[in-house]
Structures are given as C-alpha cells and as structure tokens.
C-alpha cells in the first residue's frame, strides 16, 4: 500500500512595493508602478501575498526610512521602482544602498542587459540590489512594460525564454538568506533552485 504525502501549504509571504516619484506622489498624476509590481507578483506567485505599499516623493531620506519600515515590519522582498536614472531628482540606488548589509550587483547587470534588448539608453539606468537583514530590496525601473521585462525576461513567439529574468533568481535568495519558500506559476516565470532546495509540487 503506497503512502501520500501532502506537501506543507505555502507561507504567506509580505512583500513591500515602493513607487518613488515627486510628481505622483504629490498627485500630479496616477501612479502606475504600484498596480504594475501588484499585478505581476500576483500573477508570477503562487503563495498567497500580502502587499505593503508605499507612494513616496524623490527624497533619499524618505527612501531610506520606508526601505526600512518594511523590512522591519517583515517583508522579505521589497520591490522600489522608479528614481534609478541620471536626473538630479534620481536618488533610489543612493537612498537603497545607505540600507544595505550586502550589495548583490547581478541583479542590475541582469536588467541592463534585458532593457538593452529595447532602448540604447538602458546604460543609464542605475538599478541596485542589496539585502537587509533577513530581506531582499530590488530598485526596478519606473516603466510598467519595463518592471514586467526585467522581472519575467524575454521569450520568443513559442513561449521558450531567450532572456531569464531576474526573478528566476529571486526565490532561492530568499532561501539563502532565511526568508520563506517562494514557489513561482512556471509559465510566467520559472524559478530556479538546486535539486536538493526544491520542493516537488
């Protein structure tokens, strides 16, 4: 008589999303990076998510104090977009590494390469990566299109990916640095672990 083992349920995980802009903020007009990081995750993750979102002015200060709060308040994955390029006002990487206990740079090299599929201007894009404590912080691009791009990657007309994304590395960071098991919805974006990290679904 063969045995079944039920796999433990997934944990709810919290993921703080950050859109950093003076003019949105300040209601100049509607910002569209924190249903753009929302939709996506929703999409890409199969564990329950509960979001902690954060509208906030171009103010290193200001970042660094929410960058903070919600690592603090248990997020193991905090998500910023916008505020990465040249303008004087484009303070995110500044503001996010002030946070930082480690720097983790293949992150931005990843979305560089990914967004120079597109627009030459990608090399002034200035996307960091750290980790606070027990917490994965990524800057992100202020684009919607874009913040899907560097998440998913690219993949040809038949669905095969061309380009991973950076959240194929996400989940196993996450393991690494003692945060809950993220299980990725594979046909949006497949995560990658070692054998012996994966839980067979």
Sequence with gaps: ????????????????????????????????????????????????????????PDEAPTISATLIALVDAGCCLVLTTGGTGPALRDVTPEATLAVAHKEMPGFGEQMRQISLKFVPTAILSRQVAVIRDQSLIINLPGQPK??????????????????????????????LIGGPYLQTVDTVCKSFRPKNATRNK
């Design 1 to 56: 008589m063969s045995e079944t083992y039920n796999l433990p349920p997934l944990d709810t995980v919290k993921i703080g999303i950050v859109s950093i802009s003076d003019r949105a903020s300040s209601g100049v007009y509607e910002d569209k990076g924190l249903p753009a990081l929302q939709d996506w995750l929703t999409r890409a993750l199969e564990n329950p998510v509960q979001f902690e979102a954060s509208l906030i």
């Design 146 to 175: 874009a913040i899907a791009e560097t998440l998913e990657g690219l993949k040809d007309a038949n669905g095969q990916q061309v380009v991973n994304g950076i959240f194929a590395a996400v989940p196993y960071c996450i393991d």
